[in-house]
Nanobody
Framework: QVQLVESGGGLVQAGGSLRLSCAASGRAFSSYAMGWFRQAPGKEREFVAR????????YYVDSVKGRFTISRDNAKNTVYLQMNSLKPEDTAVYYCAADLYSTGASGPYNYWGQGTQVTVSS
C-alpha cells in the first residue's frame, strides 16, 4: 500500500510559479517511479511528467517542456513539480501517482493522490 498526499496548489497569475509537493508513505519510496497528471474541467486526465526511481530519468508532455520540472527527494519520500511561466491553460487539478512496477517512459499507475487545485489567472 502507498498513500500519496499532494500540496502546494493555489491561485497564481499568468507568468507566475508554483511548486507542488507529493508526500508518500507506505512502501519504500525509492523503489517506484512517480508521475504527475492533471485534469481540467470538462477534459480527460492527462499525463504531465514522470520521474524514475532514482530521479535520473524524467519525461514530460510537450506542452510543459522547458517550464515544468519534476524532481524527487527519496530521503524525504517526496516528489515535486516546479511549475514556472504558468499559463491559464495549466489550470487543472493536479494529481501525483505511483507506478510500483514499470520502468521506462510510461506504465500503469497503481496509487493516486487526492489532487490539488492549480488556477492560473490571465
Amino acid at each position: 500500500q502507498v498513500q500519496l498526499v499532494e500540496s502546494g496548489g493555489g491561485l497564481v497569475q499568468a507568468g507566475g510559479s508554483l511548486r507542488l509537493s507529493c508526500a508518500a508513505s507506505g512502501r519504500a519510496f525509492s523503489s517506484y517511479a512517480m508521475g504527475w497528471f492533471r485534469q481540467a474541467p470538462g477534459k480527460e486526465r492527462e499525463f504531465v511528467a514522470r520521474i524514475s526511481r532514482n530521479g535520473a530519468v524524467t519525461y514530460y508532455v510537450d506542452s510543459v517542456k522547458g517550464r515544468f520540472t519534476i524532481s524527487r527527494d527519496n530521503a524525504k519520500n517526496t516528489v515535486y513539480l516546479q511549475m514556472n511561466s504558468l499559463k491559464p491553460e495549466d489550470t487543472a487539478v493536479y494529481y501525483c501517482a505511483a507506478d510500483l512496477y514499470s520502468t521506462g517512459a510510461s506504465g500503469p499507475y497503481n496509487y493516486w493522490g487526492q489532487g490539488t487545485q492549480v488556477t492560473v489567472s490571465s
